[in-house]
């Protein structure tokens, strides 16, 4: 997908991972063409029997109307300029809520700022992970020495990683000067990052043994089949209830450390080059008050210990205490949601990650639903929409509404947001304006529909309060 200039797949559907993580990088997809039979043996493809395709052929698609068109058509870019650009400037003055975005890339950043984004609500790290060969072979050298608790091999990949994160991290800094950036610590499980059992994961254990400096467990043979073993023992049977978010930092804290120190180095280097940072570190998939305290122990350790360094000299410490990192949570487990009075006694903010809540709260697979049986609810009248795209107000909502109310009550000035998809659906950025959340964030393609959004219904609330004044008049 990181290679791809676009998206088309035969399964999956609107909301599918695939789906979000093509929006937020800004790249056209189309998921669940269910007339589309890819065969990797000819390496083909046909659409409902009819068109051919063959590997290495043009085909353009269009995100937003599903069409999908042979041989390569003329594109350009959107632009937000002339009376679009002033009418977009009456919507600003209208809204309430701000509109932040959802991206993982200095060149995103930019595309978000230039459509009116106001600083970044979510940026998914694991995403970073995989923009080379080179991080992506660092990232499975830190899981073996992990799961072969090699200590000097774990921190070797580790520090290779922070050092590409940190240089993403001062991009986005620079990309965003002024704005304010919330960092997601990792979220996925581990064996998203390695192939699957078969002979990918054997030639993946011989490369990962030759690079180590001794090789662990005594004999090359004993050692290949312990970690081919512990790699394949990663694989879950639910993965995302399984070893994710803050678990995998509470599991493995030196990754939370490693991510940590990459954002507040970033932030400190930045900052001395004259960039104004402000850093928000987000805690994901947090349920139990424990679970966050934890976390945030690891993150305010490694803060404390580069902030006081005796190796940083005095302008070093002065940058250092001129820069407000704040640290908060995300609200995508139910349970999250319910005791959010306990997590406001921690959080500086509460991001709802309307996605995870979603799927948590329905019982409903976000990879599945739409490609199994959405459409026969939808069709049956059972949903009235497809609530992976538009809020289910009446229950995950209400969810939304009790993580505000109990999470202000501890804290009355706690800043709350959501950051799932539904931040760029009208429908729900009305309901999320009248919880009174304060921003909204989404892709960088969708913040000028945010933006008008958040204008409309704020416009709705103020006329909708002016009636009710009159009629107690």
Request: with cysteine; charged share 25%; net charge negative.
């Amino acid at each position: 997908m990181h290679a791809a200039e676009g998206i088309f797949t035969s399964r999956g559907g609107m909301t599918s991972h695939a789906a979000v993580v093509a929006r937020g990088w800004g790249k056209p997809c189309i998921c669940g063409c269910e007339k589309l039979d890819v065969c990797y043996e000819t390496k083909t493809a046909t659409v409902g029997g009819k068109l051919e395709l063959r590997e290495g052929d043009f085909i353009s698609i269009n995100g937003t109307t599903g069409e999908v068109l042979k041989g390569e058509q003329p594109t350009k870019k959107p632009e937000v300029s002339g009376q679009l650009a002033e009418f977009m400037s009456w919507a600003d003055a209208a809204r309430r809520m701000r509109v932040l975005t959802n991206c993982d890339t200095p060149k995103d950043a930019l595309v978000a700022r230039q459509n009116g984004a106001e600083g970044i609500g979510l940026v998914r790290t694991e995403h970073m992970f995989f923009a080379s060969p080179e991080r992506i072979a660092a990232v499975r050298k830190m899981i073996a020495a992990e799961e072969l608790h090699s200590a000097d091999e774990s921190a070797e990949a580790l520090e290779v990683l922070k050092n590409f994160q940190k240089e993403d991290f001062k991009g986005i800094f620079r990309a965003m000067d002024g704005l304010e950036v919330t960092i997601r610590l990792l979220d996925p499980p581990l064996h998203e990052f390695l192939p699957k059992e078969g002979p990918e994961l054997t030639q993946l254990c011989d490369e990962l043994l030759k690079s180590y400096h001794a090789k662990p467990a005594g004999q090359h043979l004993r050692a290949h089949k312990l970690l081919r073993r512990k790699l394949g023992a990663l694989n879950e049977v639910n993965p995302m209830m399984g070893l994710r978010g803050c678990r995998l930092g509470i599991v493995h804290p030196d990754i939370t450390a490693m991510q940590a120190a990459a954002i507040i180095e970033a932030a400190i280097e930045t900052h001395s080059e004259g960039v104004a940072v402000f850093p928000h570190i987000m805690v994901p998939l947090v349920g139990f008050e424990e679970e966050l305290v934890h976390q945030l122990d690891v993150v305010r350790g490694v803060a404390e210990r580069i902030f006081h360094s005796s190796n940083n000299n005095d302008s070093d410490n002065q940058t250092a205490s001129e820069i407000d990192i704040k640290v908060g949570t995300m609200i995508e487990v139910p349970r999250g949601a319910l005791r959010a009075g306990d997590l406001a006694r921690h959080a500086e903010f509460f991001s709802v990650g309307s996605n995870d809540l979603t799927q948590m709260t329905l019982g409903f697979s976000r990879d599945d639903a739409e490609a199994k049986f959405m459409s026969a609810y939808l069709a049956s009248g059972i949903l009235p929409h497809d609530p992976f795209e538009s809020l289910d107000t009446s229950g995950v909502g209400e969810l939304i509404q009790l993580a505000v109310s109990r999470g202000r009550r501890v804290r009355p000035d706690l800043k709350i947001g959501i950051c799932g998809e539904h931040g760029g659906d009208p429908q729900s950025i009305h309901f999320v304006n009248a919880c009174g959340l304060d921003y909204v964030s989404c892709s960088p393609l969708r913040v000028p529909v945010a933006r008008l959004a958040a204008a409309q219904a704020q416009i709705l609330a103020n006329r909708s309060a002016d009636d009710a004044d009159h009629c107690q008049d």
